[in-house]
């Protein structure tokens, strides 16, 4: 007779912890909802629709008008392959970068603290101070770049435009980018190799391997699903990269900057949001089979 109320009295506590989760969840989930949802849902809507600047001015719905004006337009395709190319080039580049110093600051020696710190300020520094320094140093007029390799040590007859010139500026921007992120490749890398059990590398002496052994055998498989996640992770950044692009040249016309060229300078909003569908699509079906393929989830 007594079981019927000790179930009613479970299933009232239990709604009021579903209603006390609910509760405390709801703030996050307005917030996301508002940030996220919100903007992707209008980007989406904004794809397949005509926005005229004025806002009071209804938009005209065109279904895929804008998707096939993107995907028939070369310099999209140009756009596309900058961006393939930079963000292969920079996620490599910093991984790699990051994963040699990472290695050579695990290791004890007099200051290490310190220089871990100093390895770091790329990264935590505002992005607008470093953007402003590179462009000040590979000045072609008063860069003490310039000055060097041509006054100083005549590399060069004369001084060369490195960020701006449409041949050095590629190349700046992706040198730029690897030493900014390398740090956010070294930091996850060198908390992963700390937590590596020293009885590995002590099997591996004994069993006769030397340094590029347990580095081949021991040390890469441990760090393996942490360089698969910095890469996944990077790719996703770098892909979609456009601040520092922006700044610190307008020679280099990625997808992303094509995307707000189409909304700013030509004013077509349409077509920068399907732009914008598009690279969503595309970064989706990596990620994809990159997780299935690689961290194996």
């Known amino acids: 007779m007594a079981v019927a109320p000790v179930r009613r009295r479970r299933r009232t506590v239990a709604q009021q912890e579903a209603l006390l989760a609910a509760a405390l969840i709801a703030p996050s989930v307005i917030v996301i909802g508002l940030v996220v949802v919100y903007p992707v849902l209008s980007s989406i809507r904004m794809g397949f629709s005509d926005i005229p600047l004025d806002p009071r001015a209804p938009a005209a719905f065109v279904g895929f008008a804008h998707y ?41 020696f007099l200051g290490r603290g310190i220089a871990r710190g100093i390895v770091l300020m790329p990264y935590v520094a505002p992005v607008i101070s470093l953007v402003f320094a590179w462009q000040y140093m590979f000045h072609p007029v008063y860069g003490f770049v ?8 005549p590399v060069f007859a004369g ?43 002590e099997a591996a002496e004994v069993d006769g391997a030397g340094a590029w052994a347990k580095f081949r055998y021991v040390t890469l498989p ?20 456009f601040d520092e692009i922006w700044l610190l040249s307008r020679n280099v016309v990625t997808v992303t900057v094509y995307t707000y060229l189409r909304a700013f300078q030509t004013f077509n909003l349409g077509q920068a949001a399907a732009a914008s569908g598009i690279l969503v699509v595309g970064l989706v079906v990596f990620v994809s089979i990159y997780v299935k393929k690689v961290l194996r989830w």
Do not use: C
């Open 68 to 108: 096939a004006e993107i995907l028939t337009d070369s310099e999209f395709w140009h756009a596309l392959v900058r961006s393939l190319a930079f963000t292969a080039a920079t996620v490599a580049g910093s991984t790699l970068l990051g994963l040699a110093v990472a290695i050579l600051l695990n290791r004890p």
């Open 222 to 241: 441990e760090l393996g699903f942490v360089i698969g996640a910095v890469v996944v992770l990077r790719w996703i950044w770098n892909f979609n990269k």
């Open 146 to 153: 310039n000055h060097w390799l041509v006054d100083v040590i």
């Open 159 to 201: 001084p060369r435009d490195w960020v701006e010139s449409p041949a050095f500026a590629m190349p700046m921007v992706i040198i730029f980018d690897i030493w900014r992120y390398f740090p956010y490749a070294f930091l996850m890398i060198l908390a992963k190799l700390q937590s590596i059990p020293g009885t590995l590398y």
